[in-house]
């Protein structure tokens, strides 16, 4: 059987509540539910670790250092788990080399 993507799932926000993935090589993609737009893709050795350590939240500090008060992104995110990192890095080059084509078709 030959890994494949697995089913969108809802990112806890602020990175609070419990992320589901694998422990273990492989890569990831998290969208915005709201417009589906692509907000991080990724390939890693430890696809829960990676997932869980995402920042979601506004990197600006307003005044005194205290956050703004942008609002964080209601996320989704999937997974495609691999063997090795390797296999994982060859699945990425063929997704993002379909997107190019796409994107370039389309243009």
Do not use: C
């Not at 509540?17 to 589906?36: M, S, T």
């Not at 997974?79 to 890095?89: H, T, V």
């Amino acid at each position: 059987m030959t890994p494949s993507w697995s089913g969108w799932k809802h990112y806890p926000k602020g990175g609070r509540g419990n992320i589901e993935a694998p422990i273990g090589p492989g890569l990831f993609e998290v969208r915005r539910a709201n417009d589906g737009a692509l907000f991080a893709f990724d390939v890693v050795d430890n696809l829960a670790m990676a997932l869980a350590a995402l920042q979601t939240r506004p990197r600006r500090l307003g005044w005194f250092g205290r956050r703004g008060d942008a609002a964080v992104p209601e996320l989704e995110y999937r997974f495609y788990p691999a063997s090795s990192f390797q296999q994982a890095r060859l699945a990425a080059d063929h997704i993002l080399s379909r997107r190019e084509s796409w994107f370039s078709r389309a243009a």
